[in-house]
């Protein structure tokens, strides 16, 4: 199993954001020093409750602490950009990075979003598989014609090509039955392409989604990714009780802005509009101690078979002692005891 280290870059506006980029530095430097092997971002519209480091620059800025490390975006919300834009982005970073990028990828679920950007939410899976098509026919073709609903080109050739032939790898999000197989109908496994499962549902749903995938890709003869990644909410500490102490207020903080844009309504079903702290983390959190922790992944593991661990392990306002603290224990301790579990 792999290890990748999520780089949250959600922070409240009132930080010191100088301080909070170079502390993302050190997170890429303690975990590469660790032995994880990939680093990836998620990301929103930076307004209001909460600043959002912009991907794409955010990425270029820790390249060279993650020297040697894969880089990938997990998720971008495609349908709020134009998708000339993200593949020209997409190939920058895959060149400056040798060409081990991975350009993730989701439909969107926040209503508010789209509004302030003048989109309709509706026209969000057009958009996406649009988007898709033409980024990936950008990347491969030398001259293209796209006449779709919502984007139109002729002739466009794309001068900055990436530097993984015949494109980098493609990740896609979806948190319903129907997105995980829409998701098996775009990805070609045999470049690397996967679904990755959505860090805010819970370990149930996950489980059964991961089998929607496989039997999607079965039915369409469609081998599963060489490489299988999962997206998890991590807090390693040395017991439970600190972990839920120390982690517990910002993980409310980030997801009660998540619940004012309707995740828990309109997302994951949850029935209201906020959780508390025991609802929150029941399946949705990996928290404990290194045995704890190994024992949850374990299990995780058998049930969806995935090979490579995206590590979520900060939130907004958490300090940095508790973000390092899970980053080496997860490392140190908890990987050495799933792999021996799992053999």
Same mark, same amino acid.
């Given at each position: 199993?792999?290890?990748?280290? +999520?780089?949250?870059?959600?922070?409240?506006?009132?930080?010191?954001?100088?301080?909070?980029?170079?502390?993302?530095?050190?997170?890429?430097?303690?975990?590469?020093?660790?032995?994880?092997?990939?680093?990836?971002?998620?990301?929103?519209?930076?307004?209001?409750? $909460?600043?959002?480091?912009?991907?794409?620059?955010?990425?270029?800025?820790?390249?060279?602490?993650?020297?040697?490390?894969?880089?990938?975006?997990?998720?971008?919300?495609?349908?709020?950009?134009?998708?000339?834009?993200?593949?020209?982005?997409?190939?920058?970073?895959?060149?400056?990075?040798?060409?081990?990028?991975?350009?993730?990828?989701?439909?969107?679920?926040?209503?508010?979003?789209?509004?302030?950007?003048?989109?309709?939410?509706?026209?969000?899976?057009?958009?996406?598989?649009?988007?898709? #098509?033409?980024?990936?026919?950008?990347?491969?073709?030398?001259?293209?014609?796209?006449?779709?609903?919502?984007f139109q080109v002729r002739g466009l050739s794309l001068?900055?090509?990436?530097?993984?032939?015949?494109?980098?790898?493609?990740?896609?999000?979806?948190?319903?039955?129907? #997105?995980?197989?829409?998701?098996?109908?775009?990805?070609?496994?045999?470049?690397?392409d996967s679904w990755v499962a959505s860090s805010h549902l819970t370990e149930d749903v996950?489980?059964?989604?991961?089998?929607? +995938?496989?039997?999607?890709?079965?039915?369409?003869?469609?081998?599963?990714?060489?490489? +299988?990644?999962?997206?998890?909410?991590?807090?390693?500490?040395?017991?439970?009780?600190?972990?839920?102490?120390?982690?517990?207020?910002?993980?409310?903080?980030?997801?009660?802005?998540?619940?004012?844009?309707?995740?828990?309504?309109?997302?994951?079903?949850?029935?209201?509009?906020?959780?508390?702290?025991?609802?929150?983390? $029941?399946?949705?959190?990996?928290?404990?101690?290194?045995?704890?922790?190994?024992?949850?992944?374990?299990?995780?593991?058998?049930?969806?078979?995935?090979?490579?661990?995206?590590?979520?392990?900060?939130?907004?306002?958490?300090?940095?002692?508790?973000?390092?603290?899970?980053?080496?224990?997860?490392?140190?301790?908890?990987?050495?005891?799933?792999?021996?579990?799992?053999?």
């Amino acid at each position: 199993m792999r290890l990748t280290l +999520f780089v949250n870059p959600e922070h409240a506006p009132g930080d010191a954001l100088d301080r909070r980029l170079a502390e993302h530095v050190e997170q890429v430097m303690v975990a590469r020093e660790a032995g994880y092997d990939g680093v990836t971002i998620g990301t929103h519209l930076s307004y209001g409750s $909460a600043v959002w480091f912009p991907p794409f620059q955010t990425l270029m800025h820790l390249a060279p602490a993650a020297s040697g490390m894969t880089l990938s975006t997990c998720m971008l919300v495609l349908p709020l950009h134009h998708p000339l834009h993200i593949a020209t982005e997409a190939a920058f970073l895959d060149i400056a990075s040798g060409g081990r990028f991975t350009l993730g990828v989701s439909p969107g679920w926040s209503q508010e979003e789209f509004q302030v950007l003048g989109l309709d939410l509706h026209t969000r899976i057009g958009r996406f598989r649009e988007s898709v #098509a033409l980024i990936q026919r950008l990347w491969t073709e030398d001259s293209v014609d796209f006449a779709g609903k919502y984007f139109q080109v002729r002739g466009l050739s794309l001068a900055q090509k990436p530097a993984r032939q015949p494109r980098p790898p493609m990740w896609f999000g979806g948190s319903v039955a129907r #997105a995980v197989e829409r998701v098996a109908e775009l990805a070609d496994t045999s470049l690397g392409d996967s679904w990755v499962a959505s860090s805010h549902l819970t370990e149930d749903v996950i489980t059964a989604q991961a089998q929607a +995938f496989r039997a999607r890709l079965e039915a369409m003869g469609k081998p599963m990714p060489a490489e +299988f990644p999962l997206l998890r909410n991590i807090v390693v500490a040395p017991d439970r009780e600190t972990a839920l102490r120390e982690a517990g207020p910002f993980l409310e903080a980030s997801y009660r802005v998540f619940g004012q844009w309707g995740l828990f309504t309109e997302v994951v079903g949850a029935g209201k509009a906020q959780l508390d702290l025991p609802e929150l983390i $029941a399946g949705r959190v990996v928290i404990g101690s290194p045995e704890e922790c190994a024992e949850d992944l374990v299990r995780l593991a058998r049930a969806t078979g995935f090979t490579r661990l995206i590590a979520r392990v900060q939130w907004m306002g958490m300090d940095q002692r508790i973000v390092r603290r899970t980053i080496e224990l997860l490392a140190e301790r908890v990987l050495p005891l799933v792999q021996r579990e799992l053999g």
